[in-house]
């Protein structure tokens, strides 16, 4: 037998489904006798309340690159204890997408969403999962990226500190040509980072440091790409805006016949757990998923509860890791 889905009891009940998920949810005014309505269909349709404030979705752009895995890992970590169960879903050009997960979780019921480094990162996003799940008075969070014109609560890493602290350290290493392989524009995280890189470098009194930027995809190809260019220009270090864009340099360097560190200087961001392992162990920008993780579950928590939470985007503090993909510039 069909499993029976919030659309089944508004038809039943001859609601709109909106309404069946306020008095689901016990959320807004729901007039007594239309309550009844809802109350009469559910029991009469035999539908399921068991799981449906237990699953939150965890939307991701894909799981190729093991940094979205490892953060999906840590959401479901950090809601388990709080009695959710997360679901992942995984957006993929040419598979389902955002709003087709979403509508189909729905029938099943759901608690919250996560929007994990997902569209919520895209300057001019289609609004519409955001508005849909509004309608429904379904909570949701996101992570690195404010939703344009949608109230809800993010969590993001601090692009521009974390770009500052890679610039920096190469700046004390003694390079002064330093590039940047950065995302494609339009990415908030992107052009957070390009930011805090060409802020960075001026203040330090570097000219025109835009001309050592280059934009490519997030991608160990990417990386190899834009070191191309990179190293045409003549520059001795590279910030890269992944750790995979990181390895694609160091790779580009190494066909070459350049050494890393000793002919260029290399710095990831988001610190893979493997990125110690590499060679050479890559000098890297962490972003905090784990603190970031543990916020977006209380958060989700006290929505799903009707408690109240801060608005607007809380920023974390990255942290330098030095490992050995960085040393000073050839005499």
């Given at each position: 037998?069909?499993?029976?889905?919030?659309?089944?009891?508004?038809?039943?009940?001859?609601?709109?489904?909106?309404?069946?998920?306020?008095?689901?949810?016990?959320?807004?005014?729901?007039?007594?006798?239309?309550?009844?309505?809802?109350?009469?269909?559910?029991?009469?349709?035999?539908?399921?309340?068991?799981?449906?404030?237990?699953?939150?979705?965890?939307?991701?752009?894909?799981?190729?690159?093991?940094?979205?895995?490892?953060?999906?890992?840590?959401?479901?970590?950090?809601?388990?204890?709080?009695?959710?169960?997360?679901?992942?879903?995984?957006?993929?050009?040419?598979?389902?997408?955002?709003?087709?997960?979403?509508?189909?979780?729905?029938?099943?019921?759901?608690?919250?969403?996560?929007?994990?480094?997902?569209?919520?990162?895209?300057?001019?996003?289609?609004?519409?999962?955001?508005?849909?799940?509004?309608?429904?008075?379904?909570?949701?969070?996101?992570?690195?990226?404010?939703?344009?014109?949608?109230?809800?609560?993010?969590?993001?890493?601090?692009?521009?500190?974390?770009a500052a602290l890679a610039v920096e350290h190469l700046w004390g290493l003694g390079h002064r040509q330093i590039g940047m392989i950065v995302g494609p524009a339009g990415n908030r995280p992107s052009e957070r980072r390009l930011e805090g890189?060409?802020?960075?470098?001026?203040?330090?009194?570097?000219?025109?440091?835009?001309?050592?930027?280059?934009?490519?995809?997030?991608?160990?190809?990417?990386?190899?790409?834009?070191?191309?260019?990179?190293?045409?220009?003549?520059?001795?270090?590279?910030?890269?805006?992944?750790?995979?864009?990181?390895?694609?340099?160091?790779?580009?360097?190494?066909?070459?016949?350049?050494?890393?560190?000793?002919?260029?200087?290399?710095?990831?961001?988001?610190?893979?757990q493997i990125m110690g392992f590499v060679d050479p162990p890559l000098t890297t920008v962490r972003q905090p998923i784990e603190r970031i993780s543990q916020a977006i579950s209380a958060t989700m928590v006290h929505l799903v509860n009707r408690?109240?939470?801060?608005?607007?985007?809380?920023?974390?503090?990255?942290?330098?890791?030095?490992?050995?993909?960085?040393?000073?510039?050839?005499?």
């Amino acid at each position: 037998m069909a499993k029976v889905g919030i659309s089944d009891v508004a038809a039943r009940a001859g609601v709109s489904e909106a309404t069946v998920s306020r008095v689901l949810n016990r959320r807004g005014v729901v007039a007594a006798t239309t309550r009844r309505a809802v109350e009469d269909a559910l029991r009469e349709l035999g539908y399921d309340r068991g799981g449906q404030s237990q699953l939150v979705i965890v939307l991701t752009p894909g799981l190729a690159q093991p940094f979205f895995g490892r953060l999906c890992e840590l959401i479901e970590s950090a809601l388990a204890p709080q009695g959710f169960k997360a679901v992942v879903c995984s957006t993929t050009v040419g598979g389902l997408q955002e709003i087709d997960f979403i509508t189909s979780m729905m029938d099943v019921g759901i608690a919250g969403a996560v929007f994990a480094s997902a569209s919520n990162t895209l300057v001019g996003a289609d609004p519409g999962p955001y508005r849909l799940l509004q309608e429904r008075q379904i909570p949701f969070v996101s992570m690195n990226g404010a939703i344009e014109g949608i109230s809800a609560p993010s969590f993001s890493t601090n692009d521009k500190v974390a770009a500052a602290l890679a610039v920096e350290h190469l700046w004390g290493l003694g390079h002064r040509q330093i590039g940047m392989i950065v995302g494609p524009a339009g990415n908030r995280p992107s052009e957070r980072r390009l930011e805090g890189f060409l802020e960075s470098m001026g203040a330090l009194g570097a000219e025109d440091p835009r001309r050592h930027v280059v934009r490519q995809v997030y991608s160990v190809e990417g990386g190899m790409s834009a070191a191309e260019t990179l190293l045409d220009q003549g520059v001795t270090a590279i910030v890269a805006a992944s750790d995979y864009m990181a390895l694609g340099a160091i790779r580009t360097a190494g066909r070459r016949g350049l050494s890393v560190p000793a002919d260029l200087s290399v710095v990831g961001y988001d610190d893979h757990q493997i990125m110690g392992f590499v060679d050479p162990p890559l000098t890297t920008v962490r972003q905090p998923i784990e603190r970031i993780s543990q916020a977006i579950s209380a958060t989700m928590v006290h929505l799903v509860n009707r408690r109240p939470v801060p608005a607007g985007e809380l920023m974390f503090d990255p942290e330098l890791i030095v490992r050995s993909s960085t040393a000073a510039p050839r005499a």
